[in-house]
């Protein structure tokens, strides 16, 4: 099993910047990936960024150029960079682990981008 806890959600105005966390724990060796999904209310939960073992990443064109993904192997934690925030970046957002067998997915951390 793995279990993965986010942090760093919050309110911020728009332009601001935020930074996500997932520190992960458990059986990881069969962890390949780690991302980010995110939910608007009354929305589908969509990509964000992926990055693989190897530090390959994948963006949503909503995000690229604004939002970083990266992983700290050593840490077991992925991070999400948020820059240039938009009210429509609002969402609860997910950090997800993929392995061979099933994905794992965290509770959730909401971020509110509104003045």
């Known amino acids: 099993q793995v279990q993965l806890v986010e942090s760093g959600g919050g309110l911020v105005q728009p332009g601001g910047s935020l930074r996500l966390s997932c520190a992960a724990s458990?059986?990881?060796?069969?962890?390949?990936?780690m991302g980010w999904y995110r939910q608007a209310p009354g929305k589908e939960r969509d990509l964000v960024a992926s990055?693989?073992?190897?530090?390959?990443?994948n963006y949503a064109d909503s995000v690229k150029g604004r939002f970083t993904i990266s992983r700290d192997n050593a840490k077991n934690t992925a991070y999400l960079q948020m820059n240039s925030l938009k009210p429509e970046d609002t969402a609860v957002y997910y950090c997800t682990a993929h392995s061979a067998y099933r994905d794992y997915w965290g509770q959730g951390t909401q971020v509110t981008v509104s003045s």
């Open positions: 458990g059986t990881l060796f069969s962890i390949y990936a």
């Open positions: 990055i693989t073992n190897d530090r390959r990443t």
